[in-house]
């Protein structure tokens, strides 16, 4: 099987979205193996015009399986969003064409509410952040306190998991940032629901991917 990988090596937006899409033609199969959805990449196309946070780019070639691996930052938010804009412009989007890996992180509400209380109170010394919550997520991933996909499907390890995560997020959001917390039970519902969404997409994709290599 040809493989091939593009890696940025400077502060991004390099033009791997551009790479991406020029490549995708010769290939079966396009990997979203890290990162999140920082920053857009504009695609035009004979649908129409969209921007990608999330969705490979090779989601609009026919034939093409698109993948969300395990080291992507995933913000259901934003992909049920991007899924939605591209079905209502007639993109088929089926198991088929895209996997979610079970194993991805979440990119949760309260990190971006995070990252922009943070920048806020930075006022001038603040960072730069693009307020997508990416820096907290990164955080709470290498603490070992945040949550993979497939865990929003068991309701006893969600709310063990979520209850454990607030106690410290809390702490934080009503303390240094002097704001509401985060509702535990509001934040399960929501979490389920778009868990349902995207249900037909999880799978194991490590798995898929190892047959792939293999054929």
Known sequence: MKTCAIVGINWGDEGKGRMVDLLTRDYDVVVRYQGGGNAGHTVINEYGKFA???????IFRPGVVNVLGSGVALDLESLCTELKSITA????????????????????????????????????????????????????????????????????????????????????????????????????????????????????????MMQAVRE
């Open 52 to 58: 990608l946070h999330l969705l490979p780019s090779g």
């Open 89 to 208: 412009k007639g993109v088929s989007v089926t198991p088929d064409n895209l996997k979610i890996s079970d194993r991805a992180s979440l990119l949760l509400p309260w990190h971006r509410e995070l990252d922009a209380l943070e920048e806020a109170r930075l006022k001038d010394k603040k960072y730069g952040s693009t307020k997508q919550g990416i820096a907290p997520f990164y955080g709470d991933k290498f603490q070992k306190i945040g949550l993979q996909l497939c865990q929003l499907y068991y309701p006893d390890v969600l709310r063990e998991k979520l209850a454990h995560a607030l106690d410290i997020k809390n702490a934080m959001i009503v303390n240094l940032y002097h704001r509401e917390p985060v509702d535990l039970e509001a934040l399960i519902v929501k979490l389920t629901e778009l868990a349902e969404r995207i249900r037909p997409y999880v799978a194991d994709t490590d798995a898929y």
